[in-house]
């Protein structure tokens, strides 16, 4: 018995096959929508029944994914708030949108399905994405309510009649259409709710597994196995970023990550993001552990709202140089559904921008003032990093420039304020500029920095890819200081400013030493000079008189001829 038919009030001849077509990259998105749906409808429920709103049995409140191959469908179940008659005219039949004109004109422009869900609600609409039919079976919770269907065939023509629900919550039943049938492969199913679900704050049943479980003991007394089938489900609803810190221990935090990411190695460390002023924002960024070369793969913060998978495209909300941390970002504020300019220029993700910056400076800080000799140990991996924001990011440059490190071929590690202390009174130049010796090949140029440790004087090791980047904004940023590769004829050109040296010899010393030579030559012509430098090249060198070095020069000749 048909109670109502009518038109889905949408302005425009028929919506869905422009849903189909421009769609058609992101199908998979339906499950996510419909799916978090449920969810929606679960907690609506749960938190009536907590403020007393609701006094029949809450129930078991798992969300069941279900396909039926024979059938060709796909049914998602809830046990929600349902809906009424109502509700759904109210709810489903409206679609937000304002016109067919204004909603062409938007689509041109939206990059992906994940805008046009945020900006005309099309959440549910999505469905028809791979449905040729969509049906609503749903039983409202409030108190003598009817169950009602609602039926759709992809046209704008809908159908309203008698429900036949029993139970509270609402059934969506998608009649796949042919193109989409790669959707009935359980598999497939259950990979798009790993990616879309897989934190979802609602228990999510994809039908059952098989599991190992103790069966009694065989007559030696060793226990007995058997399989049984327990409830596959795909989510876990309390993931660490909806803790807090303090509830959490190392372990929690690296078992996450592998769970996140099984195939890395473990991180170096990591940060927990927790901010709810002025804006929400919550997440655990890891940092990964860099593999051949400073190979790292990009993109791998997944971004959530309210524990729904939105994307791992986290370009403009996460700084360029912390694009190589791992993890996950969960907020509600930010607009996932406009387009990239929108993004860029919004108030809200410039300061969860900035707010990721800080905390990742301030988390570096605290691990180098902490536990300096772990620090120094991870150089390699967290120097590039740091290195990077540097560069990139003038307010991570203010703090990053207390715990930026510099290494010497010595395999020491030095602050620049310390590193500054070590050879200002060294290493200039003529002009009285700082040079900090460098060398990007420590093997190739072994010559050059025996030579120049010889002289006392430190040479820098800057091999990675960045660094001559990296050198760069240093010398913008010290003063009066520039690099020089050790092997670019600079040792010469070096000034040892007196009495700076270490093991330089006072005039009283140097003259004690001369009266010693002398007294051992003892020749009157033989000139002796003590360097200041204990350990020069030449600390003692011995010359002869010019008329003295001749006349030997001709006796040798004549006794030749
Ligand atoms: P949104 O979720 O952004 O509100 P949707 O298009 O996804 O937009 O859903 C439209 C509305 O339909 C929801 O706000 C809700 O009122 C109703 N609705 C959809 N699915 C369900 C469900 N499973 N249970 C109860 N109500 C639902
Ligand atoms: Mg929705």
Redesign the pocket.
């Known amino acids: 018995m048909v109670q109502e038919k009518g038109t889905i009030s949408i302005h425009t001849e028929n919506i869905f096959p422009i849903i189909k077509k421009f769609l058609y990259s992101d199908h998979e998105i339906f499950l996510r929508?419909?799916v978090?749906?449920?969810v929606?409808?679960t907690q609506?429920m749960r938190r009536l029944a907590a403020l007393g709103k609701y006094n029949a049995e809450l129930g078991d409140t798992t969300i069941q994914v279900s396909v039926d191959e024979a059938a060709k469908t796909i049914t998602?179940s809830?046990r929600?708030?349902?809906?009424t008659a109502e509700?759904?005219k109210?709810?489903?039949n409206q679609?937000?949108f304002s016109g067919a004109t204004e909603f062409m004109e938007q689509f041109k422009e939206a990059r992906d399905a994940n805008e046009i869900?945020g900006r005309f609600?099309?959440?549910?609409?999505?469905a028809f994405m791979v449905a040729d039919k969509v049906e609503?079976q749903?039983l409202s919770y409030q108190e003598g309510a009817e169950p009602a269907r609602w039926v759709c065939d992809g046209s704008t023509e809908f159908e309203l009649t008698e429900g036949s629900r029993t139970e509270r919550?609402?059934d969506?039943v998608l009649y796949l259409n042919t193109d989409n049938e790669e959707f009935l492969d359980r598999s497939r199913l259950q990979q798009i709710l790993d990616k879309y679900a897989k934190f979802m704050p609602v228990p999510i049943q994809f039908g059952t597994r098989n599991s190992t479980e103790e069966d009694g003991t065989d007559e030696e007394g060793e226990p007995k196995y058997k399989t049984v089938e327990v409830p596959n489900i795909i989510n876990n609803t309390n993931p660490i970023w909806t803790k807090a810190p303090t509830e959490l221990s190392d372990e929690d935090y690296l078992n996450f990550y592998r769970e996140l990411y099984p195939l890395s190695d473990d991180p170096l460390f990591w940060i927990h993001l927790n901010v709810d002023y002025p804006f929400n924002l919550t997440g655990v960024l890891y940092f990964p552990k860099l593999k051949n070369d400073f190979e790292v793969q990009r993109n791998k913060i997944k971004l959530f709202s309210r524990q729904v998978f939105i994307t791992d495209e986290v370009k403009d909300i996460v700084p360029e140089f912390l694009m190589l941390l791992h993890g996950v970002i969960d907020s509600p504020d930010i607009p996932l559904n406009v387009s990239r300019s929108f993004l860029q220029a919004d108030s809200n993700v410039k300061k969860i921008n900035s707010y990721i910056t800080r905390k990742v400076a301030d988390k570096l800080l605290e691990l180098f003032r902490k536990d300096r000799k772990a620090f120094e140990e991870k150089w390699n991996d967290i120097g590039l990093f740091v290195k990077y924001g540097a560069l990139s990011d003038d307010k991570f440059w203010e703090k990053g420039k207390d715990f930026v490190l510099l290494n010497n071929t010595k395999s020491e590690y030095y602050t620049l304020d310390e590193y500054n202390a070590k050879v200002k009174d060294f290493q200039t130049d003529k002009d009285g500029r700082l040079v900090y010796l460098y060398t990007n090949d420590a093997e190739r140029q072994d010559s050059y920095i025996q030579a120049a440790n010889k002289r006392d004087y430190d040479v820098l090791l800057m091999n990675s890819p960045i660094d001559t980047h990296f050198t760069q904004h240093l010398e913008s940023k010290l003063e009066k200081t520039s690099f020089k590769r050790v092997d670019a004829d600079i040792l010469d050109k070096l000034i040892v400013k007196e009495n700076a040296q270490q093991h330089q010899l006072s005039d009283d010393e140097k003259s004690k030493v001369k009266d010693i030579f002398q007294k051992a030559i003892a020749n009157e012509h033989m000139q002796v000079e003590v360097e200041a430098l204990s350990d020069a090249e030449l600390p003692v060198t011995i010359t002869m008189e010019e008329w003295m070095r001749r006349m030997k020069d001709m006796a040798r000749l004549g006794g030749g001829g």
């Open positions: 929508e419909l978090s749906n449920a929606d409808a609506k998602i809830d929600g708030i349902g809906m509700e759904v109210k709810y489903i679609i937000a869900i609600g099309l959440g549910f609409y999505s609503i749903t919550g609402t969506i």
